[in-house]
Every structure is written in C-alpha cells, then in structure tokens.
C-alpha cells in the first residue's frame, strides 16, 4: 500500500524558516518525481514545486521561487521542503504527492494527509 | 504561471451530465497532454480522475472522462450521482526545462 506521511509543520513567525519531510512507502520510491502542492484555507490548490526521480530537473511556482527549495534522499525514500523568508501568504495545508512518471509532471496518483504551515506572528 | 482557468461553479441533477472546462495556453493545456483532473470531497486529499487528458486510473468510474481541444480541456461527468458532489481540479505540466507545473482555478459541482 503506498503510504505518504508529511511532517514538520507548525506555526512560525513571518521570517522564519521550516523544514517539511514526507516519508514514502509501499513503491519504489526512486522511480518517480515527487511534488508539493498546497492548499491555503478555504482556497483552490496550488503546485508548489516538484523534483525528478534523479533530482535532475527540479521546478518551483514563481510564488516561492528563491525562498524555498526542494530535495529528495531516494536511500531514505524521503522528499523535503525547505521554506525560508517564510510569509503570511505561505500559510497552507502542505500536500506530498508522487507522481505518474519519472521526469515530468504527468499526475499525482497519490497524496499524503497534508501537514500544516501557519505563518503568523 | 498564472492558474488554468475554470468556472467557479457547475451544477444538475441526478442522472444529467455536466461538462467542467480548463483553459490554459500554448504552453501548457495546448503544449502537452499532461492534463489531469483531480475530485476534492471537503476536508479530504484530492483524488486523481483522469490523467493524460483523457485516461482514467483503475477504480475510478467510467462515468467521468476526459478531453482536450486547443488550449482548453474538459472533464464530463455522465449520470451526475449525489457523491460526486465535490471540487473539481484540472492541472497542466508546464515546462520541459524544468519540472513545472500548475492547477486550475477550480470548479464546485452541485448536485441539485
């Protein structure tokens, strides 16, 4: 069974920076691109940024470009997120989601729970 | 990156059929076949319903389908069931250069 289990939210000050971690399980796990996509309160979904299976081609939304950044440790089937200079409008439910193919962004077939960001002094 | 575009709202009842759009650009929607659609229940994970415009994973019903013409890509939903009342998503890849992607605007269905 394929299992995506996000952590590492938590309310921050504006400023500040957060590291999320999403453990994957149940396929193989260097064999597809990983993505995060978040969802603000009440608000549609938003792609954030998603890395191929190697970390060859990686790609961030121009809304978190320069401040976050992604990677992925295939030994430890793990997918990261790091967030700097965070603001209030980055406050969101945070989606793991694996995608369908290796080097692009075909589909997300599977998604976590989602941990919560919640940026606020 | 600006959002696909989809209307805020779609409704019918039991048993019609309603048909959600997605409009992009060259770039995307009109660039690759990369389109996907995705079912959000509230307070629940989104759910993949098609992908590569038109494909459905295993287990989703054959009610839903999905098409694409030019820049913009439809989802219908055939014999409209009271479950199927939920947030509707398309999404697009974006770039070859880099892993690039984007969602639409969203769509809320209605079962009257």
């Known amino acids: 069974e394929v299992q995506l289990v996000e952590s590492g939210g938590g309310l921050v000050q504006p400023g500040r920076s957060l590291r999320l971690s999403c453990a994957a399980s149940?396929?193989?796990?260097?064999?597809?691109?990983m993505h995060w996509v978040r969802q603000a309160p009440g608000k549609g979904l938003e792609w954030v940024s998603g890395?191929?299976?190697?970390?060859?081609?990686?790609g961030y939304a121009d809304s978190v470009k320069g401040r976050f950044t992604i990677s992925r440790d295939n030994a430890k089937n793990s997918l990261y997120l790091q967030m700097n200079s965070l603001r209030a409008e980055d406050t969101a439910l945070y989606y793991c989601?694996?995608?369908?193919?290796?080097?692009?962004?075909?589909?997300?077939?599977?998604w976590g729970q989602g941990t919560l960001v919640t940026v606020s002094s | 990156q600006s959002a696909l575009t989809q209307p805020a709202s779609v409704s019918g009842s039991p048993g019609q059929s309603i048909t959600i759009s997605c409009t992009g650009t060259?770039?995307?929607?009109?660039?690759?076949?990369?389109v996907s659609w995705y079912q959000q229940h509230p307070g629940k994970a989104p759910k993949l319903m098609i992908y590569?415009?038109?494909n459905r994973p295993s287990g989703v019903s054959n009610r839903f389908s999905g098409s694409k013409s030019g820049n913009t890509a439809s989802l219908t939903i055939s014999g409209l069931q009271a479950e199927d009342e939920a947030d509707y998503y398309c999404?697009?890849?974006?770039?070859?250069?880099?892993?690039?992607?984007?969602f639409g605007t969203g769509t809320k269905v209605t079962v009257l």
């Open positions: 989601a694996k995608d369908l193919v290796d080097t692009a962004m075909a589909a997300f077939d599977y």
């Open positions: 149940g396929f193989t796990f260097d064999d597809y691109a």
């Open positions: 890395i191929s299976w190697n970390s060859g081609s990686i």
């Open positions: 060259s770039s995307d929607v009109g660039g690759y076949n990369y």
């Open positions: 590569d415009v038109s």
């Open positions: 999404s697009s890849y974006t770039s070859s250069s880099t892993l690039d992607g984007v």
